[in-house]
């Protein structure tokens, strides 16, 4: 997990072939145990639009025609992201609906144990 200014960012890397590039990154700065049971509970509509749409900051995301998607950005309309959705294959969208319980579990993780300290925009935890 990074911290930058003032807010921790924890990264999911893509395990996909072809997208081992991939990433996305979540602001975890206020998520506390009732975060973590939700996530848990996530069906694939709630995890996008509850998660992705909200809490993610930044992501590299390669898109059917090998084209990096635009990240349409947080508060960003709904046509924007059904828009970065509809560039994004299946297979990648099932990794995308995972994500935010990747997320959480790299956040519970101890600070040594993280595979994202430092990563985003080069900040140092």
């Not at 911290?3 to 602001?27: F, M, P, Q, S």
């Not at 848990?40 to 590299?60: G, H, P, Q």
């Not at 297979?91 to 993280?114: F, G, I, N, Q």
């Amino acid at each position: 997990m990074a911290k930058t200014k003032d807010r921790e960012i924890v990264r999911a890397r893509c395990v996909l072939e072809g997208h081992e590039n991939d990433w996305i990154e979540y602001d975890v700065t206020d998520w506390t145990v009732r975060e973590f049971r939700l996530v848990t509970d996530l069906d694939f509509d709630d995890a996008l639009r509850s998660w992705v749409e909200i809490y993610v900051t930044e992501w590299n995301i390669t898109g059917k025609d090998g084209e990096l998607v635009p990240f349409p950005g947080r508060g960003a309309k709904a046509a924007d992201w059904l828009n970065a959705y509809g560039q994004i294959g299946l297979e990648l969208t099932r990794w995308l609906c995972v994500t935010p319980y990747a997320a959480m579990r790299e956040a519970m993780l101890p600070s040594k144990k993280r595979v994202t300290r430092g990563e985003a925009d080069g900040a140092q935890e």
